[in-house]
């Protein structure tokens, strides 16, 4: 089982700017009045829409913590772009890495997880607890699609 993501390098923009935001709510481009709450809004929206989809829309870095081997074969967030370590609590409670050269990230689009390379295989040392097993993954569109986009200026 999964726990809830927490992300631990946020976005370096939104996928919808002030710009569109202001043109959807036909607010002129240089009345400023409202930039600051519609920036915050835009934030607030893409947080929304991320939250109810279980997708990331900009590129950003979570942590995700699981209770199992088997919670890898599917990834609960994405897009995936890249697993950058999974680590563990051994039998002992000690904290230990996967080597990255024994696992490999497979799937496309929302549906990815991780499984072991031919030829090798998981530890027996996982500790079974909640939260034993973290992984550290870059999630996000690269192109936002246009119906979450969308999405994105209704929330707003």
Same mark, same amino acid.
């Given at each position: 089982?999964?726990? $809830?993501?927490?992300?631990?390098?946020?976005?370096?923009?939104?996928?919808?700017?002030?710009?569109?935001?202001?043109?959807?709510?036909?607010?002129?481009?240089?009345?400023?009045?409202?930039?600051?709450?519609?920036?915050?809004?835009?934030?607030?929206?893409?947080?929304?829409?991320?939250?109810?989809?279980?997708?990331?829309?900009?590129?950003?870095?979570?942590?995700?913590?699981?209770?199992?081997?088997?919670?890898?074969?599917?990834?609960?967030?994405?897009?995936?772009?890249?697993?950058?370590?999974?680590?563990?609590?051994?039998?002992?409670?000690?904290?230990?890495?996967? $080597?990255?050269?024994?696992?490999?990230?497979?799937?496309?689009?929302?549906?990815?997880?991780?499984?072991?390379?031919?030829?090798?295989?998981?530890?027996?040392?996982?500790?079974?607890?909640?939260?034993?097993?973290?992984?550290?993954?870059?999630?996000?569109?690269?192109?936002?699609?246009?119906?979450?986009?969308?999405?994105?200026?209704?929330?707003?």
């Amino acid at each position: 089982m999964w726990s $809830a993501p927490v992300t631990i390098v946020e976005p370096t923009s939104e996928p919808v700017s002030l710009d569109e935001a202001k043109e959807f709510v036909s607010i002129e481009a240089d009345e400023t009045e409202f930039d600051t709450l519609i920036a915050g809004l835009i934030v607030a929206a893409r947080q929304q829409v991320e939250a109810v989809t279980g997708t990331r829309l900009v590129e950003q870095t979570v942590r995700l913590e699981a209770s199992e081997i088997g919670d890898l074969a599917r990834l609960p967030i994405g897009p995936v772009t890249s697993v950058s370590g999974i680590v563990f609590d051994d039998l002992f409670g000690a904290e230990q890495s996967f $080597a990255g050269t024994d696992w490999e990230v497979y799937g496309t689009g929302l549906e990815r997880g991780i499984r072991t390379k031919v030829g090798k295989g998981w530890p027996n040392s996982v500790r079974n607890a909640v939260g034993a097993i973290r992984v550290t993954e870059t999630v996000g569109y690269e192109t936002l699609p246009k119906p979450l986009w969308t999405a994105m200026l209704l929330v707003v």
